[in-house]
Nanobody, 118 residues
Framework: QVQVVESGGDLVQPGGSLRLSCAAA????????MGWYRQAPGKQRELVAT???????NYADSVKGRFTISRDNVKNTLYLQMSGLKPEDTAIYYC????????????WGQGTQVTVSS
């Protein structure tokens, strides 16, 4: 059974830092491109950052220089280190796993809430 589970969301003050984790089970983690997405109330889900199987990263302009995506293929875990948090970063953050190896498959987690407020 495939499981993709985010954790680490919290209430944090503007300018603060937070690290999100996404633990994957039931998949061969290293062949998946992994990504973080977020959805704020009343808005569409948007890409935050992605990391390929080879470690190449891509970031939304709004988070460049503040967020860092990384992965640990031994622990089957994806991370998002967030710093310089702003109120507009408030959203539910979702983890996504994608692969085309052996056919296209994609898996989403259930999300973790990040609230940036004083």
């Amino acid at each position: 059974q495939v499981q993709v589970v985010e954790s680490g969301g919290d209430l944090v003050q503007p300018g603060g830092s937070l690290r999100l984790s996404c633990a994957a089970a039931g998949i061969f983690f290293s062949i998946y491109t992994m990504g973080w997405y977020r959805q704020a109330p009343g808005k569409q889900r948007e890409l935050v950052a992605t990391i390929t199987t080879g470690g190449s990263t891509n970031y939304a302009d709004s988070v460049k220089g503040r967020f860092t995506i990384s992965r640990d293929n031994v622990k089957n875990t994806l991370y998002l280190q967030m710093s310089g948090l702003k109120p507009e970063d408030t959203a539910i953050y979702y983890c996504k796993a994608d692969t085309t190896v052996g056919g296209y498959r994609t898996y989403w987690g259930q999300g973790t809430q990040v609230t940036v407020s004083s």
